[in-house]
């Protein structure tokens, strides 16, 4: 069963049609033979009956006279001189089954006992042909004037009806085999036919299970049958699969901005909050243009500002640069992280603790968008988990192997809704935690584990991404 | 009416002639006894008989077969037939009332001998190397087919059922040479004419037997009537036409048939050796 489990449903079900063409045929062919044999046997059982009653009319008062020349010559008279006849020989017994004449005399000899082959004999009422031999040996008492006189023997050729037999099961066979293989032929081919459509949709599956791909509109069978309905199916799920695939594209596209639309607030602050300064020394200049040390002090304090602004911008230019996928990680990511969170931090009036201990050739190691994006998107969950004068901490370090980073937190802990977001490949609904799913698969396309933990009354999400080849970067 | 014609006119005619004519011919019907010394399986020898004999009498002639040489001769007796073909051992029980109508002559001679015939294979040299055998006999008042052996048997004070195992009678002289070449008896008591013609015509039948003794030359098998109808014409004409069978083209044809070269008178002394074996086996009873 094991085996046949291994063959592909579009040679099991020809293959099994032609079994049952081949088991069909067998039947059939018992049934003629039988049929065949069943008639032989009645032909014969006829014969035989019409003989032995014949014989005892003929017989009956030359034995009663015990005239054995009579029924000597009546016998021989009646077995006649033709070839090929199936009466060979006839012996006429009295009832102690002592010859009274035989055909050949010679084989039965008058006065002797009957000859022990003939012992063996057969009654016309179930009289049937053997299978193999070419004799065969029937009995009947003979009768008359209701009497019974005696016995007849009479040993029938049969090796006409054995041939005739053999002859037509083995044309039975050779008819049978031909029509059955000719039938299990094209029982294949129609099967195979039958079931190309679901062949080929399950080679499609098979070719495309990463993503599978509709089956094009003129390979669909036509009409309305369970095939079409199938491949019609398929090519509904392919479409919902994709549709899918590209609404997650977009969600998670979109949670790269929520991260950013969460900063924007403070990161508008963080601008704004400098500019009225920036006004106050153009404004000083304009006045004091004279004064060379209060325009310089001005231009001072302009430039500080300026440099302040310029570094938010390039920071949050740099997290959507869109070929910063390929740049290596730095201390300057880390860096420009620390300037994006820190504005959040402090409108949240925070303390945040920030460990960097791992070097720069480590940290090299990795490409710098998906790290930016985990980090980020883990510090913005912990500010908000922490709360209005919580903690937040982020230690990065070199573990065996690979890149540890650690935020922690003094919230009170992971909802269940967004660990499950964070740890699990389930499917989820959007909203919910920022880009906490995005942060799941980001890690699982680095090839690391993603932890969550509480220690010391801080919740800890660990993330351990290994190193990968040593020359190439692990992409995202 | 109006419709017949001369030709039916004269074809009615011819048709009342023969109905008037027919009654005087059956009253003349001659009927000949035939018995199974004869080869009565013959169809064409039967055939050949009648049509001499028919046209030599110018009357019918019935010829009345029959299994037994009793019922033959007593067929003869009554008056049933004519005349009749017997044997020289019925013929001699009979002969008070019996007259001698013509002897066959067969290879120039009046006579002939009964055979002891056994199987090709059987080695027996003499009857009494068949003791124990089963035998066929063909008729118990056929002379060659029964009372040569029975009086050969008795004058060693044996009878057929001392002597064989078994004995049968076939009622027929080629029976008796079918039953020894079939195996069915180991030996046989036949009419050596009739042994000889069917060496000659059946081969095949008697090459399986083989002549173990013959007899002494008996009288052959006579044709006789009753002593009070020997003078009527229409037997003295039935004689006359045996004898004359050798001069007719018919007759010729039946001789040829039976391998017999004519019909002749013959003295009853010819028989003297078939009535001293009667004598044998009287002496038994």
């Known amino acids: 069963m094991a085996i046949l489990a291994r063959i592909p449903l579009s040679l099991r079900v020809p293959l099994f049609a032609a079994i049952l063409m081949v088991l069909a045929g067998a039947f059939a062919s018992q049934q003629v033979l039988s049929t065949l044999s069943r008639v032989q046997d009645d032909r014969l059982r006829e014969l035989a009956i019409l003989h032995v009653e014949s014989l005892s009319v003929a017989l009956g008062p030359h034995v009663l006279r015990e005239d054995i020349w009579e029924v000597y010559d009546v016998l021989q008279r009646a077995s006649g001189e033709r070839r090929g006849q199936r009466m060979v020989f006839t012996a006429v017994t009295d009832r102690d089954h002592r010859i009274i004449a035989a055909t050949d005399p010679r084989r039965a000899p008058i006065d002797e006992m009957l000859p022990q082959d003939l012992e063996a004999a057969q009654s016309p009422d179930n009289l049937s042909i053997p299978g193999d031999g070419a004799r065969l040996v029937l009995t009947a008492p003979l009768a008359y004037q209701g009497r019974e006189l005696g016995d007849i023997f009479t040993e029938l050729d049969v090796s006409d009806l054995v041939s005739e037999r053999r002859i037509a099961g083995l044309y039975l066979l050779l008819g049978n085999a031909l029509a059955t293989g000719v039938l299990a032929v094209m029982g294949y081919v129609a099967m195979r036919r039958m079931l190309r459509p679901i062949s080929r949709l399950a080679q499609r599956m098979r070719e495309t299970a990463q993503s599978p791909e509709p089956i094009p509109e003129d390979d669909i069978p036509s009409g309305d049958t369970e095939v079409t309905r199938l491949v019609q199916t398929y090519n509904a799920m392919a479409w919902a699969i994709d549709a899918k695939a590209e609404t997650e594209r977009r969600l998670a596209e979109r949670e790269r901005f929520v991260s950013l639309g969460r900063l924007s607030s403070s990161l508008a602050h963080e601008i704004n909050n400098p500019l009225g300064g920036l006004l106050n020394a153009t404004d000083t200049i304009t006045e004091y243009a004279d004064r060379p040390d209060v325009v310089r002090q001005s231009a001072t304090l302009l430039k500080r500002g300026l440099e302040h602004l310029r570094d938010v911008a390039r920071a949050t230019l740099d997290h959507n640069r869109l070929d910063r996928s390929s740049a290596p990680l730095s201390h300057e990511d880390f860096d420009d992280l620390q300037l994006l969170i820190g504005p959040e931090i402090k409108r949240q009036q925070q303390t945040m603790d920030w460990r960097i201990e791992a070097d720069d050739a480590a940290i090299a190691r990795f490409a710098s968008a998906p790290l930016r994006q985990i980090t980020l998107n883990l510090l913005l969950n912990a500010s908000s988990a922490a709360g209005r004068g919580g903690k937040v901490e982020l230690d990065l370090s070199a573990a065996s192997g690979g890149l540890k980073i650690e935020i922690l937190d003094s919230g009170s802990g992971l909802s269940e809704e967004a660990e499950y977001r964070l740890l699990s490949s389930g499917p989820v609904q959007p909203g919910g935690g920022v880009g906490l799913r995005l942060v799941h698969d980001l890690v699982a396309e680095l090839g690391g584990t993603l932890k969550a933990e509480r220690r010391d009354g801080m919740t800890v999400i660990s993330i351990l991404v290994p190193f990968g080849d040593p020359e190439g970067r692990a992409a995202c | ?285």
């Open chain 2, 1 to 285: 009416m109006a419709n017949i014609n001369r030709r039916t006119v004269v074809s009615g005619a011819g048709l009342a002639v023969t109905c008037l004519a027919y009654p005087a011919l059956a009253r003349t019907t001659f009927r000949l006894g035939l018995s199974p010394v004869f080869l009565d399986n013959n169809a064409i020898v039967i055939e050949a008989i009648q049509e001499a004999l028919e046209a030599s009498l110018g009357v019918a002639i019935k010829l009345e077969q029959r299994r037994t040489y009793k019922e033959v001769t007593g067929l003869l007796l009554e008056g049933a037939v004519d005349a009749a073909w017997l044997c020289g051992y019925p013929y001699l029980q009979h002969s008070s009332q019996l007259a001698l109508l013509a002897v066959p002559v067969w290879r120039g001679r009046v006579l002939y001998q009964s055979y002891l015939i056994a199987g090709a294979d059987n080695p027996a040299a003499s009857l009494k190397d068949l003791r124990g055998a089963t035998h066929a006999f063909s008729d118990p008042d056929s002379n060659s087919g029964y009372l040569v052996t029975v009086s050969d048997l008795a004058r060693n004070g044996e009878t057929p059922d001392t002597f064989f195992r078994r004995s049968i009678y076939t009622f027929g002289h080629r029976n008796v040479v079918r039953a020894v070449a079939d195996g069915l008896v180991a030996s046989g008591s036949v009419d050596g004419y009739v042994w000889e013609v069917l060496a000659a015509q059946e081969p095949h039948l008697t090459k399986r037997t083989r002549v173990v003794s013959k007899s002494e030359w008996l009288g052959f098998p006579p044709v006789c009537a009753r002593k009070d109808r020997h003078d009527t014409p229409l037997v003295q004409s039935f004689k006359t036409a045996l004898f004359e069978f050798s001069e007719t083209r018919l007759g010729s044809q039946v001789l040829q048939l039976l391998q017999l070269d004519g019909f002749t008178d013959a003295d009853p002394s010819i028989y003297d050796g078939i009535s001293a074996r009667m004598k044998v086996i009287e002496t038994l009873r």
